[in-house]
């Protein structure tokens, strides 16, 4: 891109209206991204295990195997990852962006429209786990190449406010699923069972037809523009050796892509405590209704529309790592508390602690992700590093909800070892952040070179 100092006002002025077009459609995409993972997750604590897995004997083994099939998406994560990495380094960021808002709202939609393990028997499952691969697949590239266009379009001093648009669509993501399910909770048991769980995932055809037509007006970024005419430049021989870039990724940017994963692996195992664990325990093994839960997870995500745009942009002011340090710190401090309030039926408090630990222990390091980890590679593979630094740790997230419950199950609902490994999960996180240099500073077409070589 050219220097903002010279370039002409007609000029900024359009290319500030090309990144807050850019920062919208990454925000709208991600909001669908998570309504749809946070809907079935939230339908797996509550409604899933009574009907595709019945158990008579003891309901906690069909939430377990619930939070199974849950799980399965993330094995597709890392693929999706792959592949629309792929297309987008080499093709463009928009025609994968496109597809992957496809893929996950078909499915969600699907799910909506299923038949019961009563109604069909095995059959039940089976399109379930179908589905699910599906949406995982889609999700794969999705959360990547949202951040990059939202990055990407960025001015330089602001790519960390920018950047927070697509987890302030994660944000919105969760208001609308959890708002959602908790008014389809308040119905009759009757009710819910048969028809009101599936409202949520009907809904999403609006947010998909939504976010299409944003996307659809998308222009590709200035960055992959650049680095496709520099590529253009290039002798015919020299463009026909150029490697894949999964292949490039992990022969020039492994330290990078390491240390993105810990970080991705700290915070995600810390964030799902609050999304989907503390439901379910509560749920379980405390009087805490599982309205007040939802209502709370609400809450806290709506605070979280703010922070993550707060921390955002305070990244870009202070530097990514100390905000994600902050964080980190937040999270480990918290952890151990949010168990005992709810084991202790302590309702104010609850909401209290999930405001705190969501909005300000996830909103710090979940809010300068984008520009933190976009900023550790280069134009031609940063759409694959972005996505499989997210998407490779997903293998052991999605795991984390089965892991937990069967965890509660065999401790009687002692949440101590939980707390636990999400405690150890964080401190990853925050020394690989301690590990990875600073980045808020970095022109965006050298910044690969650069961050691998720092130490």
């Not at 089976?126 to 995982?136: D, K, N």
């Not at 987890?167 to 819910?192: C, K, M, R, Y």
């Not at 330290?255 to 609050?274: D, K, N």
Request: charged residues 15%.
């Amino acid at each position: 891109m050219a220097q903002t100092a010279t370039s002409p006002p007609a000029v900024e002025q359009e290319r500030t209206r090309l990144a807050k077009r850019a920062a919208i459609a990454s925000l709208v995409g991600t909001a669908i991204e998570w309504y749809d993972y946070f809907i079935f997750g939230t339908a797996s604590a509550l409604v899933f295990g009574d009907l595709f897995f019945p158990n008579e004997d003891d309901p906690i083994i069909g939430t377990l195997s619930a939070f199974a099939v849950f799980g399965v998406g993330f094995f597709a994560r890392p693929v999706g990852g792959v592949v629309f990495g792929h297309f987008g380094d080499k093709f463009g960021r928009k025609a994968a962006l496109v597809t992957t808002l496809i893929l996950m709202g078909a499915s969600t939609f699907l799910i909506g429209l299923l038949p019961t393990t009563a109604q069909i028997g095995i059959w039940a499952p089976i399109l379930l786990v179908l589905l699910r691969l599906i949406q995982g697949f889609g999700v794969g590239g999705e959360w990547g190449g949202a951040s990059l266009v939202a990055v990407e379009y960025a001015p330089a001093h602001k790519r960390g406010a920018y950047g927070s648009f697509p987890q302030i669509g994660n944000a919105v993501g969760l208001v609308l699923s959890t708002g959602i399910f908790a008014a389809v909770s308040l119905l009759p048991d009757d009710a819910l069972m048969s028809w009101g769980w599936r409202v949520p995932f009907l809904l999403s055809a609006v947010l998909i037809v939504v976010g299409l037509f944003i996307r659809f007006k998308l222009t590709e970024t200035p960055a992959f523009q650049a680095a496709q005419e520099e590529l253009e430049r290039q002798p015919a021989e020299e463009r026909a050796r150029e490697r894949m870039p999964v292949a490039e990724l992990f022969k020039r940017f492994r330290r990078p892509l390491l240390l993105a994963m810990g970080m991705r692996l700290g915070e995600a195992v810390f964030g799902y405590i609050i999304l989907t664990i503390g439901l379910t325990f509560a749920e379980n093994y405390t009087d805490i209704s599982r309205t007040h839960v939802l209502v709370a997870s609400s809450i806290a995500a709506a605070l979280a529309i703010y922070t993550y745009y707060f921390f955002g942009k305070l990244s870009d002011r202070v530097g990514r790592r100390k905000v994600f340090i902050a964080g980190s710190l937040v999270g480990v401090v918290v952890t151990f508390p949010f168990f005992w309030i709810l084991d202790a039926d302590a309702l104010l408090l609850m909401y209290v602690v999930y405001a705190v630990a969501y909005a300000i222990g996830v909103g710090a390091v979940y809010g300068v992700e984008p520009a933190f980890f976009a900023e550790l590679f280069s134009t031609k593979v940063r759409y694959t590093g972005l996505s499989l630094s997210a998407q490779i740790p997903s293998v052991l997230i999605g795991l984390w909800p089965l892991a937990s419950t069967g965890l509660l199950a065999a401790t009687d609902g002692d949440p101590w070892p939980i707390a636990l490994i999400t405690v150890v999960a964080l401190l990853i996180g925050l020394a690989c952040a301690v590990m990875a240099p600073e980045t808020n500073r970095a022109d965006m077409t050298r910044v690969g070179e650069e961050t691998e070589r720092a130490r």
